[in-house]
């Protein structure tokens, strides 16, 4: 069974970090691709950060490039994200999502909608 669930969500002041992270199982990274998106209240789902479990490749999306870096880690199955330097509009509900047979990681990023599996989300939170 597949599953997908978030971690290292919270409150943290502007200019701050938090990791978070995704524990996949049922199904082994180097098959897939994987992506982290955000949902703020009263937008779209939006893709943040994606990659390839395959070959490493790597997609951010304009509004956290240079700030966020995601990574996968074999060893725990995991899918991390980085995020440094957070500012309020980062304030949103993360997900981490996986699928297959896309041809590159940008594809799952500009469409969250092809995402196969998907975990319950971690809210982040970013408030003086």
């Known amino acids: 069974q597949v599953q997908l669930v978030e971690s290292g969500g919270g409150l943290v002041q502007p200019g701050g970090s938090l990791r978070l992270s995704c524990a996949a199982s049922g199904f082994t990274l180097r098959n897939y691709a994987i992506g982290w998106f955000r949902q703020a209240p009263g937008k779209e789902r939006e893709g943040v950060s994606c990659?390839?479990?395959?070959?490493?490749?790597?997609f951010n999306s304009d509004s956290v490039k240079g700030r966020f870096t995601i990574s996968t880690d074999t060893a725990r199955n995991t899918i991390d994200l980085q995020m440094n330097n957070l500012k309020p509009e980062d304030t949103a509900v993360y997900y981490c999502?996986?699928?297959?047979?896309?041809?590159?990681?940008?594809?799952?990023?500009?469409?969250?909608?092809?995402?196969?599996?998907w975990g319950r989300g971690t809210q982040v939170a970013v408030s003086s």
């Open positions: 999502a996986a699928t297959e047979g896309v041809r590159t990681v940008q594809a799952l990023c500009d469409m969250p909608s092809i995402g196969k599996y």
């Open positions: 990659i390839s479990g395959r070959d490493g490749a790597t």
